[in-house]
Every structure is written in structure tokens, then in C-alpha cells.
């Protein structure tokens, strides 16, 4: 049985596989009071480092993409009903993705951080992992191991296309924003949350 490829940051890795599960996870650390809604987002972008439309942005409100390649599993708001598991999911064919999708960011946010003085300095055990999803076998994992003391939205990790292939970038930027500044990075229009 292969070994899970443990990636660190920066790492890119030939994904290989077209059914995929990215599971993500993460866990309040103990004693910073009050629930975390950390929320996955998915941001399908074009060769222009845009997204073609609003409907290639896919959140707790908007689970599909227009394609079909990309299923978002729902929210989990205070991360209690993963059970141990991944908190959110995101189900891809990488064989639906439409053509003119280059890259797929996946962010995780915190909702309201600012009003409740949240960040990613409270949350620990960060990963971002992708399974195969026609074996079940966990084929590559990032664990954020770095302590996001000021971030309030991380790009976990990248799917990207280069010469045909797909490949995961375990990325791990820190910014402390939240999903508007990611929405308006990549779109130019305005989407309903």
C-alpha cells in the first residue's frame, strides 16, 4: 500500500488521480471560549487570475459548480459535527472541470472574526488533505503547522494545471482578511452570501 505523501509548504505534487475528496480540519485550541465558524470557500479561477463568473465560487451558498466537477458537502458552523473527521469537504472530477479553469484556490475563513476577536492563533491541528475518491485511500496531506497568530482567512492549498497535468500546491498563506477581500481579488462583480 502506497505511504500518504506528507507535503510541507510550498510543496507541489503531480496529483495524478481525477476523483478527489479534499477534506479540510481543524480544531479550536482549549480555553479561547465562544464556538469558531470556520468556512471553506472555493475559488475557480481562469488564465487571468479571475473568476469566469460568480458561479465558479463555491460556498456554504452555492455547493455546485456550474460545471459539475465541484460539490461543497455543506457548512459545519461550529465544527462539532465532523466527529473527529474532516470539518468540510469538497467533492472534485477533475475530468468536469471546465477548460477555461486553470486553478482552485481552497480558503477557509472565520465568520465574524473581527467581531468576535477571533484568528487562526486560536485554532490548531489545521490540515488540508486529498483522498482518492474511487479508492478511499488518503493519497496526500499538509498539516498548517505554522501559528497564524493575526490571520483570519488562510488559502490552505492549490489545485493548478500545468501542461495538461494537475498538481496541489500546499500553500498555506496567511492574510488577515476575510472572504470579501478574497472575493474581490478574484471578481469584479458582487455575489450574494
Known amino acids: 500500500?502506497?505511504?500518504?505523501?506528507?507535503?510541507?509548504?510550498?510543496?507541489?505534487?503531480a496529483v495524478g488521480f481525477s476523483n478527489i475528496i479534499v477534506g479540510l480540519g481543524?480544531?479550536?485550541?482549549?480555553?479561547?471560549?465562544?464556538?469558531?465558524?470556520?468556512?471553506?470557500?472555493?475559488?475557480?479561477i481562469d488564465s487571468t487570475r479571475k473568476l469566469p463568473t460568480k458561479d465558479y465560487f463555491v460556498f456554504y451558498g452555492n455547493l455546485n459548480s456550474?460545471?459539475?466537477?465541484?460539490?461543497?458537502?455543506?457548512?459545519?458552523?461550529?465544527g462539532t459535527s465532523s466527529a473527529g473527521s474532516d470539518d468540510e469537504s469538497i467533492i472534485i472530477d477533475l475530468k468536469k472541470i471546465n477548460p477555461s479553469i486553470q486553478?482552485?484556490?481552497?480558503?477557509?475563513?472565520?465568520e465574524g472574526a473581527a467581531d468576535k476577536k477571533?484568528?487562526?492563533?486560536?485554532?490548531?491541528?489545521?490540515?488540508?488533505r486529498l483522498v482518492?475518491?474511487?479508492?478511499?485511500?488518503?493519497?496526500?496531506?499538509?498539516?498548517?503547522?505554522?501559528?497564524?497568530?493575526?490571520?483570519?482567512?488562510i488559502e490552505f492549498g492549490r489545485l493548478y494545471l500545468?501542461?495538461?497535468?494537475?498538481?496541489?500546491?500546499a500553500s498555506g498563506i496567511g492574510y488577515k482578511e476575510?472572504?470579501?477581500?478574497?472575493?474581490?481579488?478574484?471578481?469584479?462583480?458582487?455575489?450574494?452570501?
Open 118 to 128: 477571533q484568528n487562526f492563533g486560536q485554532v490548531r491541528d489545521s490540515y488540508i
Open 178 to 193: 476575510d472572504l470579501s477581500f478574497f472575493l474581490s481579488k478574484y471578481f469584479t462583480g458582487t455575489i450574494n452570501k
Open 132 to 153: 482518492d475518491k474511487n479508492t478511499g485511500k488518503e493519497v496526500m496531506k499538509y498539516e498548517l503547522g505554522e501559528d497564524f497568530s493575526i490571520e483570519t482567512g
Open 162 to 169: 500545468r501542461n495538461n497535468e494537475w498538481k496541489f500546491d
Open 103 to 110: 486553478e482552485i484556490l481552497f480558503v477557509v475563513t472565520i
Open 66 to 78: 456550474p460545471d459539475g466537477a465541484l460539490t461543497h458537502t455543506g457548512d459545519d458552523p461550529d
Open 1 to 13: 500500500m502506497a505511504e500518504v505523501i506528507n507535503l510541507r509548504k510550498g510543496d507541489k505534487v
Open 26 to 44: 481543524w480544531e479550536p485550541k482549549e480555553g479561547t471560549g465562544g464556538t469558531f465558524d470556520l468556512d471553506v470557500s472555493v475559488i475557480m
